[in-house]
């Protein structure tokens, strides 16, 4: 099936199940499983499963696309964690549970196991557990599930005192789930992001004050144009990380989440001041963006903590510049490289 | 918003150039000192230049029945970034490389083609672009300088302002009146090619405020131009320096201006040995948005590979990409001086402080930070 033919259903069944009362239903503590069903139903779950196990064998490079819409809906569910983990679960032939999964790489501490501010975490019945070494299949229950406390937030703190017991093992990929939860939260930040510059151009046409709308201020034009820029790069860096996928190493994935944590304080703060104070009402959609923005932005590590990776990296690097460093380790899909040009990450 | 900026890879074919560069440029690096190098595409070096051309890397994407490679963006793409990542001195054909000889390519006469295109293509000729006044600059369609039509063709009167290397280069492509009778300043335009030398033409540097001269003021008083000297038709100027400004725009020279500087700067920090947590971190953040810009800068080549014109999008990436230019000295400077008790290489302090105080031009040549953000404001249907 071509990618067409899966994303503009995908965006159909979203725009009509994820509505903003569905969306903020789920925020207060309602059930989602209604909203749940639609998505099993819809057989997205197996977006990234491989085909001989009867999946739609999506690679990540190409679900991009797919991914980013649930981050433009909001998706109040962890679907694209659940879609990773039931791609991994099929690769080790392993049955997929039913419910929401997480992708957890908690510090292992000698008190236990624990990790703080998972998006999503209140939901989810099982999780995908990385050890360093292997992932273990964990079902998740009040015990080791706790509210992160956030407003209107389904954000967990995850905690064991004992390590976890697993119903299954299986290999672990090469960037680990710490990466790629961090992947996710990168395309979900861009998918939101493309979202909120779709509603501040639209508010900066119709809101009118002096006469005339306010895009056609210079001062509101110019800063919507820095809010533009700052959604694509977003969308460059998210679809980066894509491509490299969660196989080839972390660089490009922490250059994602890098470059997207980084563009949330502008992007939030531009869209907020273009709506004035209608935006930072409950009733107006806008803070059902922004305030997963900000969650996400600190989510599976912020900028800072990701850019430490990349510096380390490049900091290590014998390659004499930057663009050659860029180029070998983070741009150039892994495997693509011309032989002696590959350097050992 | 912007949908058909996305991801490309750069194909092996253009790959495969970055060898012949890299092989070309280093002798060339070696007689250069790192301030040198930091000047880039000002760096102003003939022997160079036809050293290029030599190799095939000048006219990449002209037709080869006009002495260029038949090649595509890409391939220039690849090149252009080797060249300035490493601070090549390319000034001499860099602007009819760029964009005078697509422009003539595209507008220019087969007789005018064919005299100047091979030339360009072996380095012979080098190009300066005449659009600044002292009172037109951002406001481009106020330019005063004039051409009357002659006899056997034109007289031209006026003055251009900060012309790169208007003192070293042989022509102009120069954006002048030739008519006042509309009341849209933007028709009766006209673009001609002036010859430098050309009796009544005066060229006088301006010294900038590193010490450097790369850009200079040109009176024209009287100027007799060859009715052959007007590019494409009388009156469609302005569409055309637009067009010449798109070819100037989408080239990813809008990231790799202080490179020099950042690779010098990581050099000393493996040297010194430093690798605290937030040393790591300034790396990461700056090497994170160097590959990012990178990528965004081959989305753009893309579109143009494809024939389209991204106006809008290189606008995005050439403001992202100045102001990550901009701030790396900046942010390089509060570094080595948060660390005084480090030993830095006199030539690091010197290219710092040399880019510091450049690093304002990087907004401003090509179309200021503001005048981009009104074209992007545009391109989103807001004016
Ligand atoms: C290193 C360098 C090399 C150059 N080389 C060349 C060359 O080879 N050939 C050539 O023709 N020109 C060249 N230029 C000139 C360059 O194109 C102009 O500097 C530029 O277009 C801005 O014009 P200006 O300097 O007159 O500034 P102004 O237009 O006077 O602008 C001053 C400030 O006002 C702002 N401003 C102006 N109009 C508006 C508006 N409508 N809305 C909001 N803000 C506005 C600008 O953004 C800027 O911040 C070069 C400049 C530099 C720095």
Redesign the pocket.
């Known amino acids: 099936m071509g990618l067409d033919e899966l994303l503009h259903p995908f965006d159909r069944l979203l725009s009509a199940v994820v509505t903003p009362a569905v969306v903020r239903a789920v925020d207060a503590g309602d059930s989602p499983q209604g909203l749940w069903s639609e998505l099993v139903a819809s057989g997205y779950l197996d977006l990234l499963v491989p085909e001989s196990a009867g999946g739609a064998g999506v690679s990540l490079a190409d679900a991009y696309p797919l991914l980013a819409l649930l981050g433009r809906y909001v998706v109040p569910l962890p679907v694209g964690e659940t879609m990773i983990a039931r791609a991994l679960l099929a690769e080790a032939c392993l049955p997929a549970p039913g419910g929401p999964l997480l992708l957890l790489a908690p510090r292992q501490t000698d008190s236990g196991w624990w990790q703080a501010g998972v998006p999503m975490g209140s939901l989810a019945r099982h999780a995908l557990v990385d050890d360093g070494e292997r992932l273990r299949l964990v079902e998740l229950d009040s015990v080791s599930l706790e509210s992160a406390g956030l407003h209107a937030s389904q954000s967990a703190n995850v905690r064991w005192n004992t390590i976890p017991t697993a119903s299954a093992e299986l290999a672990r990929p090469a960037s680990g789930l710490g990466a790629a939860a961090a992947l996710l939260r990168a395309v979900s930040i861009s998918g939101a992001a493309g979202r909120i510059l779709d509603f501040s151009l639209d508010y900066a046409r119709e809101r009118v004050q002096f006469g005339k709308p306010i895009g056609r201020q210079?001062a509101i034009q110019q800063q919507l144009a820095l809010l533009a820029e700052q959604v694509l790069m977003a969308r460059f860096a998210a679809s980066m990380g894509c491509r490299a996928g969660i196989d080839q190493g972390v660089l490009a994935i922490a250059v994602a989440k890098q470059v997207t944590s980084a563009a949330v304080p502008a992007i939030a703060a531009i869209a907020h001041a273009v709506h004035g104070a209608l935006g930072i009402t409950a009733e107006f959609d806008l803070q059902l963006y922004t305030r997963r923005l900000h969650e996400w932005r600190v989510a599976n590590g912020s900028e800072t903590y990701w850019a430490r990776m990349v510096g380390e990296a490049r900091l290590a690097s014998d390659v004499a510049t930057s663009t050659d460093f860029v180029r070998r380790r983070i741009t150039v899909p892994v495997g693509s490289l011309p032989p002696g040009e590959m350097e050992v990450p | 918003m912007f949908d058909s900026l996305v991801l490309a890879d750069l194909p092996p074919e253009a790959e495969a150039l970055r060898g012949t560069v890299k092989a070309l440029v280093q002798e060339t690096l070696a007689t250069l000192t790192l301030e040198q190098r930091a000047r880039s595409w000002?760096g102003f070096d003939a022997t160079f230049s036809r050293a290029m051309a030599a190799a095939g890397l000048i006219g990449l994407t002209l037709p080869r029945e006009y002495g260029g490679q038949g090649r595509g963006p890409f391939a220039r793409f690849v090149v252009v970034e080797e060249l300035l990542t490493v601070g090549a001195p390319v000034a001499a054909h860099w602007?009819a490389d760029r964009q005078s000889a697509p422009l003539l390519l595209r507008y220019g006469s087969e007789t005018q083609r064919r005299y100047y295109l091979p030339r360009i293509c072996r380095g012979e000729i080098y190009f300066?672009?005449?659009?600044?006044e002292p009172g037109?600059?951002?406001?481009?369609a106020s330019v005063r300088t004039r051409a009357v039509a002659t006899e056997s063709g034109w007289r031209l009167s006026g003055q251009?302002?900060?012309?790169?290397?208007?003192h070293r280069d042989d022509f102009m492509i120069a954006l002048v009146r030739t008519s006042e009778q509309s009341s849209d300043r933007r028709e009766g335009l006209s673009q001609f090619i002036v010859d430098l030398r050309a009796p009544g033409v005066n060229v006088r540097p301006i010294e900038?405020l590193a010490g450097d001269r790369?850009?200079s003021e040109v009176y024209f008083d009287d100027v007799v131009l060859p009715a052959e000297a007007l590019v494409g038709a009388e009156g469609q100027g302005w569409e055309q320096c637009i067009a010449e400004l798109a070819f100037e725009r989408s080239g990813p020279e809008r990231i790799y201006s202080s490179s020099v500087l950042l690779d010098a700067w990581i050099a000393h920090l493996r040297g010194v040995g430093r690798r605290d947590e937030a040393t790591r971190a300034l790396v990461g953040q700056l090497a994170s948005q160097l590959a990012v810009l990178r990528e965004m800068s081959i989305g753009c080549t893309a579109l143009l590979e494809r024939g389209m014109s991204p106006v809008v999008e290189a606008s995005i990436v050439k403001d992202l990409g100045t102001a990550f230019e901009q701030s790396i000295p900046a942010l390089i400077a509060d570094d080595l001086g948060a660390h005084p008790g480090e030993p830095v290489a006199p030539e690091l302090v010197r290219t710092l402080h040399y880019l510091s105080q450049l690093s304002?031009?990087f907004s401003?040549?090509?179309?200021?930070?503001?005048?981009l953000r009104?074209i992007i404001a545009r391109g989103m249907g807001l004016r």
């Not at chain 2, 037109?136 to 481009?140: M, N, P, T, V």
């Not at chain 2, 401003?364 to 005048?371: A, Q």
Request: with cysteine.
């Open positions: 210079q | 000002a602007i300066c672009i005449g659009m600044s037109a600059g951002s406001d481009l251009k302002v900060w012309t790169t290397y208007a900038d790369h850009f304002p031009a401003l040549r090509g179309g200021t930070r503001e005048i009104g």
